[in-house]
């Protein structure tokens, strides 16, 4: 039996590319900007920007108020953030001081 011995390869490493991809970073970019401005508006159809705002809400980390038709604001609890319809834009805030979302589930 023959043993075959293998010399290390160089390995080059693409950091801009997977850096700028990464889902974790895109999310912590968005939590950062939604504490920066308080809260944030996010277009009905904007899927990307309602999935981070989801899990975000998951953690406990934003709140989410889905603004109706008539211009009104409906607190969603966090099982609802995940489900929703893409038919209404939202507002996403970061959470009071104290670390409470205000009025329980208004």
Do not use: N
Request: one cysteine or more; hydrophobic letters at 45%.
């Amino acid at each position: 039996m023959e043993s075959i011995s293998f010399r290390p390869a160089s390995v080059v490493r693409f950091t801009g590319v997977r850096r700028a991809a990464s889902p974790r970073r895109e999310q912590g970019d968005f939590l950062d900007a939604i504490y920066a401005a308080g809260s944030l508006p996010v277009a009905a159809d904007d899927r990307i920007a309602k999935a981070m705002a989801a899990r975000l809400t998951i953690f406990g980390l934003v709140m989410i108020d889905e603004v109706l038709s008539d211009g009104s604001a409906r607190r969603l609890r966090p099982s609802e953030a995940v489900y929703t319809c893409m038919a209404h834009p939202w507002r996403v805030s970061k959470l009071a001081l104290s670390g409470t979302h205000g009025p329980r589930w208004a």
